[in-house]
């Protein structure tokens, strides 16, 4: 199934554009900080999709998302 960053101008059809493998944190109040992403077009909807979590749990926390420079359709 698909993970990771996907973005869309429609918000049904989506296109994966980062996926995340590894790196990420496995304990509590861990930090994780990709590098830079880039799109390579422009987008009105950004998702992050989880299909798995640490240690098989059925929620995960986000305490901060940040977006920088995103070429916005639209706007």
């Known amino acids: 199934p698909p993970r990771g960053l996907q973005i869309s101008n429609d918000g049904e059809n989506w296109e994966s554009i980062k996926e ?39 929620y995960f926390n986000l305490a901060e998302l940040a977006v920088f420079d995103a070429d916005l359709e639209g706007g």
């Open 20 to 58: 995340i493998l590894s790196g990420l944190p496995s304990a509590s109040q861990a930090e994780y900080t990709s590098e830079g992403i880039d799109a390579g077009k422009p987008f009105t909807h950004l998702r992050l999709v989880v299909t798995k979590t640490f240690g098989d749990k059925n």
